[in-house]
């Protein structure tokens, strides 16, 4: 192994320079290079992963889509056809090319119409491993995707054979309906998952303090993934075998990670791997056998298949609810190190115990206002975090560490006494920056510096990542995507922005049609990347050469999020190209603002109650009826504006009758008032009806084992006679209303329930979730 360090070291030596400023795309094969063409088609098809068939999207009649492979110097045509019957697009991921082909629909390039076919074309100046996919709704997440791979013109490594594995997760459920799950706010996924953190366990694991400052705090249960997966795949299989490979030789593995929530710890049985390429670009060659790839980044690993033996690569969801494997060459297995499932109720103590600040909000009251830096000092913390709280992955240390290669005295050769990244280069605190000994990106080293010059205008920019679990809104620094302006940026400019990330997910940040610095403890050899894995409650800060033109996208490349709101456009203000005047940008600006509608139906033995709501990220329509089998019913009819995460005014209609058995005596009334999610996780509401007669709500509800919930409602109304006269003698009449009951999770949609209620008495029946 040490000739591949040594050869990748004698030819970056004899080739190192400052990294040359790349210059604007230019659309064309200007320098009339080979031109490498593939024609690529996308179809609807029953696809069967799991034993039930599912209408899939595939190309070319595959999940994932064909390996394009191509050689550093080749002029690409792409020529895509769309068979669906709803339009589509395909972005280049990690490519440099013209504005127009880069594949945002909307945004710089047209859809994909059905029955149309779309040509891609864009000069190769690059090497690597890359990949390709949908930028349309959640297609992604239904198979249209696959890889790239694009082979130097001088190869500097030395292997013997390449073996691209993309890695995915697929789920049989619709990804739209998932999406909904998500935003209704309840905890299916977790239940499925076997890692909802109900009452019984916080108990028997000493938690309930941990647990209460969580939900004081408004933050439901931790959660690493939202999403829950059926199958997690390797090049389209949970299992794969490639028995070809000869004793001794060494393959390049080539990853890429078109997962569209999971985010995956790779590890591998015999030797370590040598890590080679992180996003398409070559780095200092290092020993490492446990690398948590992000979604959408690449990662390239070399490994010698042993002289005896099948070697298995293995893949583990971050968050424990599955894996898939690769096993290379013949033989008894030589398994790689499994990966523990996170303990979910732990790493909540640990945080709690740092009084932690946590609930930046994800829809702020007032979207125009930059208060970034005042938010960032809000929520940051007081001591360092030490997300070691993961390291649940306790994988044997002697087999999980990371060796760098040897001649250590070569200037090349990372430093591990080297100092953090400098203050100035990072907004605010520079306490999280980088701080995981867990999640961060020290292991990667360029071979050559990156270094942006000091000459260029620096633009200098805060962004918090924020979010909102219980409504599923995404966004950065408090402003949804529809809720914003373009981001100005300037050709010839130092861009460097400072993520800062204040919710407990993972969020893998994606800039399209450029390369960024992430900077790290190697200073001016800070790798290149084109996504980058932010972790909770940390901090990373890159800087990029605005060297191009148009309009580019900027996103967490976690499908679900990105489709609630975590999204921005860069623009260089030029002028919009013609050939979009018929697709306007709003149609991708509001995408993630769409209107959700779910509801609710209950029948007991006392009483029927129906639930419907329809919901965006600032507006909400909401029935409630209740009726009882004693002809007592109710019914109400509101419009909700949320004026930011928690808080939200509303206006509507009312009617009920006074009492039993009298239908034939309803009332209706107007109704305005607010409503306001309290700590712990109670909602509460305050409104006055046009007989001026106010009334005060409340409701909660408390997972006390996996599957059952104990939930509550408390109302009172008062009347001071203010419109109508009182009866002779009464100052005020009042009115309580109450119920308290039980609910047992069947599946997603189907709950059997019991209750008292004051109205209707007690009962029992069940509630069908749609």
Excluded at 155 to 164: A, F, G, S, T
Excluded at 388 to 398: F, Q
């Amino acid at each position: 192994m040490k000739s591949i360090f040594l050869t990748f070291l004698l030819t970056t030596m004899i080739t190192i320079k400052l990294v040359a400023q790349q210059p604007q795309s230019v659309e064309g094969n200007v320098n009339n290079w080979p031109v490498h063409e593939y024609e690529l088609t996308i179809n609807e098809e029953m696809m069967n992963f799991t034993g039930d068939p599912v209408k899939a999207m595939t190309i070319n009649g595959g999940i994932p889509g064909p390996l394009l492979e191509f050689t550093e110097g080749e002029y690409a045509k792409i020529h895509v056809t769309n068979n669906m019957d709803v339009e589509t697009s395909v972005h280049w991921h990690g490519l440099l090319l013209p504005n127009f082909f880069d594949g945002v629909p909307y945004l710089t390039t047209p859809p994909i119409m059905p029955g149309e076919t779309f040509t891609y074309e864009f000069s190769l100046k690059q090497s690597g491993t890359y990949w390709y996919h949908s930028h349309t709704g959640l297609q992604e997440q239904r198979g249209v995707y696959g890889a790239i791979q694009i082979n130097p013109r001088n190869q500097k490594m030395e292997y013997d054979q390449d073996l691209v594995l993309v890695l995915s997760d697929w789920m049989d459920e619709n990804p739209h309906k998932q999406l909904k799950n998500l935003k209704r706010g309840n905890e299916w996924y977790l239940i499925k998952k076997g890692q909802v953190q109900s009452l019984n366990k916080v108990l028997a694991n000493n938690a309930l303090g941990a647990k209460l400052k969580m939900s004081w705090q408004r933050m439901p249960d931790m959660a690493i993934s939202d999403n829950y997966h059926d199958l997690f795949l390797i090049n389209g299989k949970p299992l794969q075998q490639y028995p070809d490979f000869e004793p001794g030789e060494k393959v390049r593995l080539r990853f890429v990670n078109a997962s569209a929530a999971s985010y995956f710890w790779l590890t591998f049985g015999g030797e370590d791997p040598f890590l080679v390429s992180a996003d398409g670009k070559d780095v200092v060659p290092i020993k490492k056998n446990k690398t948590l790839i992000a979604v959408a980044e690449t990662y390239d690993l070399i490994v010698t298949i042993p002289s005896s033996g099948k070697l298995e690569i293995r893949a583990t969801a971050q968050d424990g609810s599955g894996h898939a494997s690769a096993y290379l060459g013949t033989g008894n297995i030589i398994p790689a190190p499994v990966i523990p499932e996170p303990d979910l109720i732990e790493m909540m103590k640990k945080m709690m115990a740092m009084d932690m600040k946590m609930g930046a909000p994800a829809s702020k009251f007032r979207p125009e206002k930059n208060d970034s830096i005042e938010v960032m000092k809000k929520y940051s913390m007081e001591m360092d975090m030490d997300m070691g709280m993961e390291t649940e992955m306790n994988v044997d240390k002697m087999q999980m560490e990371d060796h760098e290669m040897p001649l250590k005295k070569d200037p090349m050769i990372m430093d591990p006494k080297k100092k953090p990244i400098p203050d100035s280069l990072v907004i605010g605190d520079n306490m999280k920056t980088a701080g995981s000994p867990v999640f961060n990106y020290d292991y990667l080293r360029s071979p050559e510096p990156t270094t942006i010059s000091d000459d260029q205008p620096l633009k200098e920019m805060l962004f918090n990542l924020t979010g909102n679990m219980n409504r599923y809104v995404w966004s950065i620094n408090g402003v949804p995507l529809s809720e914003t302006d373009k981001i100005k940026i300037e050709q010839g400019q130092k861009v460097r922005i400072t993520l800062n990330n204040l919710t407990m997910m993972h969020h893998p940040m994606h800039l399209h049609g450029h390369f960024f610095r992430v900077i790290n403890k190697n200073g001016e050899y800070s790798p290149l990347k084109h996504t980058v894995n932010v972790a909770p409650m940390q901090k990373t800060v890159i800087e990029f050469d605005a060297n191009e033109y148009g309009d580019w996208f900027f996103h967490c490349h976690v499908l679900y999020h990105l489709n609630s709101g975590m999204a921005r456009v860069f623009s260089y203000d030029t002028p919009r190209d013609e050939r979009l005047e018929s697709y306007p940008l709003a149609n991708l600006t509001t995408e993630a603002n769409e209107f959700f509608t779910w509801g609710e139906i209950t029948g007991a033995s006392h009483m029927t109650e129906f639930y419907a709501t329809t919901t965006n990220i600032r507006n909400q329509f909401r029935l409630k009826g209740e009726y009882g089998w004693n002809e007592n019913l109710e019914a109400t009819l509101t419009y909700e504006r949320y004026l930011n995460d928690f808080f939200r005014v509303f206006v509507g209609g009312n009617i009920e009758n006074e009492g039993e058995d009298s239908l034939d005596e309803l009332e209706t009334t107007a109704v305005v008032g607010i409503k306001y999610l309290l700590p712990l996780l109670i909602d509460s509401e305050l409104n006055i009806d046009n007989k001026l007669r106010p009334q005060v709500a409340f409701n909660a509800g408390l997972l006390l084992f996996p599957r059952l919930e104990l939930f509550g409602e408390y109302e009172y109304q008062a009347d001071f006679g203010w419109v109508e006269e009182l009866e002779d003698g009464e100052d005020f009449n009042d009115e309580t209303t109450w119920q308290v009951g039980l609910e047992y999770v069947l599946g997603k949609g189907v709950r059997l329930m019991g209750s008292y209620d004051s109205r209707f008495g007690a009962g029992g029946g069940i509630s069908l979730w749609f």
